[in-house]
């Protein structure tokens, strides 16, 4: 079971959790049994209250919904937290141009850590302008890394950028940086 | 269904819910070994116990998959990188962000002691980020500027406020230099000292002027 902050695990925090009474603003039972008194006066012939005192006679199930409520929020709460070292908020987003002359391609992508390296045909397609390709797109803030991917098998890095040395495969790659540009 | 059961069924769910995300990755299912998914699964667990972040470690892994490095290759390059963060993780302390951890795991790759790296962020304080020096400091040391050189630059050009403007110019001078044939250290040496000074960045805390 995964531990989150102070050794606890999610398990326990959820427990912890659930075990809070669910507390609702005082005015909503008194908003809710002037609706059910109105929709009472109201239908009273049609046979309506049924519906009301179905709500009102099953606590077992509002208690396993409210239930679920915190236990979904909890989840969300934990999730969300930062995992690792300080987050660096990188989240905003950038316009990147790249831009890769090379007049003698066939075609020419660009993958790197912003697309997940092109897996699942997430590579960006650069348009070819006589030779210089290019292609624009958002990127997250934050530092990248990435190649030209030229004619679908051809790893080319980056000549204008600075280079990554993280070469663990025998492959070129260049290093970017991009600004949050939301700060 | 009593009141029980469907306390029971609702933990379940949730727990089921918080299943690592990387567990189910449909971008790993098929392309990698079991053993080497348990493997990189356990590398994963251990940095997120570390306080490293996480996410370089699965972009090292697609892209293993993405050149088509076979399970071993792809788990010794997520476990080096690992040791890599978890270096200059300790060398930044827990002050550094894990953009800046990751330029300071491409400058050790490169070649420079992560305590140089400590050094620079102790210099600098809180509030300048380190991301772009230090990924500039990867790339002049790949080209040949020797370590000592690369870092006293870096050092400088930190020390005397300059903005990351500056410093990618810096890096596109003498990246330019060095293609042109001037000896790597000299072009780092020269091309610090041509960066305009800005304010330093300073640790002490600031004066309050009211």
Redesign the interface.
């Known amino acids: 079971m995964?531990?989150w902050g102070g050794g606890r695990t999610?398990?326990e925090m959820?427990?912890q959790e659930?075990q809070h009474p669910v507390r609702l603003d005082e005015s909503f039972e008194r908003r809710v049994m002037v609706r059910v008194r109105r929709l009472h006066a109201e239908r009273r012939s049609r046979g309506w209250v049924a519906v009301a005192s179905r709500v009102t006679h099953r606590p077992?199930w509002a208690?396993?919904l409210a239930?679920?409520v915190v236990?979904?929020v909890t989840?969300g709460l934990?999730?969300s937290r930062p995992?690792?070292?300080?987050?660096?908020?990188?989240v905003g987003m950038a316009p990147v141009q790249f831009v890769l002359v090379a007049p003698n391609a066939r075609s020419v992508a660009v993958?790197g850590?912003f697309n997940?390296?092109?897996?699942?045909d997430s590579a960006l397609v650069a348009t070819n302008h006589q030779g210089v390709w290019s292609v624009t797109a958002p990127v997250p803030a934050?530092?990248h890394?990435y190649a030209f991917l030229v004619n679908g098998k051809q790893?080319v890095a980056d000549p204008?950028a600075?280079?990554?040395?993280?070469d663990?495969?025998?492959?070129p790659s260049s290093?970017l940086?991009v600004?949050d540009s939301t700060r | 269904m009593n009141?029980s059961a469907?306390?029971l069924a609702?933990?379940i769910?949730?727990?089921a819910?918080?299943v690592?995300a990387h567990a189910q990755d449909?971008?790993i299912e098929n392309?990698l070994d079991a053993p080497s998914r348990i493997a990189i699964s356990a590398l994963l667990?251990s940095?997120?116990?570390q306080?490293?972040?996480?996410e370089?470690l699965m972009?090292?892994m697609?892209?293993?998959?993405?050149?088509g490095?076979d399970g071993p290759?792809i788990v010794?390059?997520v476990r080096?990188?690992k040791v890599e963060m978890a270096t200059v993780?300790r060398a930044l302390g827990?002050?550094?962000?894990?953009?800046?951890?990751?330029?300071a795991?491409?400058?050790v790759?490169?070649g420079v002691p992560a305590v140089e790296l400590g050094k620079i962020k102790k210099q600098s304080g809180l509030r300048r980020s380190l991301?772009?020096p230090f990924?500039?400091l990867?790339?002049i040391?790949?080209?040949g500027v020797p370590v000592e050189a690369g870092v006293n630059a870096i050092r400088s050009l930190v020390g005397a406020g300059a903005k990351?403007a500056d410093i990618n110019d810096f890096?596109?001078n003498v990246s330019g230099d060095i293609e042109k044939g001037a000896p790597p250290a000299a072009a780092a040496e020269t091309r610090a000292k041509a960066v305009p000074a800005g304010k330093p960045e300073s640790t002490k805390p600031e004066q309050d002027d009211h």
Do not use: C
């Not at chain 1, 663990?168 to 492959?171: A, E, K, L, Q, V």
């Not at chain 2, 306080?51 to 996480?54: A, H, K, L, N």
């Open positions: 995964p531990e999610t398990l959820i427990v659930l077992g208690a396993a239930a679920s236990a979904v989840l934990i999730k995992e690792s070292a300080r987050d660096s908020g990188g993958v850590d997940n390296w092109g897996l699942n934050g530092v890394r790893w204008s600075p280079r990554s040395t993280d663990d495969f025998g492959m290093a940086v600004e | 009141r469907r306390g609702a933990m769910l949730a727990a819910a918080i690592p449909p971008r392309r667990d940095a997120r116990a306080g490293i972040p996480v370089p972009q090292k697609y892209e293993g998959l993405a050149v490095a290759r010794s390059a080096n990188l993780h827990t002050v550094a962000t894990a953009d800046e951890i990751k330029a795991a491409s400058a790759h490169a991301t772009l990924t500039v990867a790339d040391v790949s080209r990351d890096q596109r």
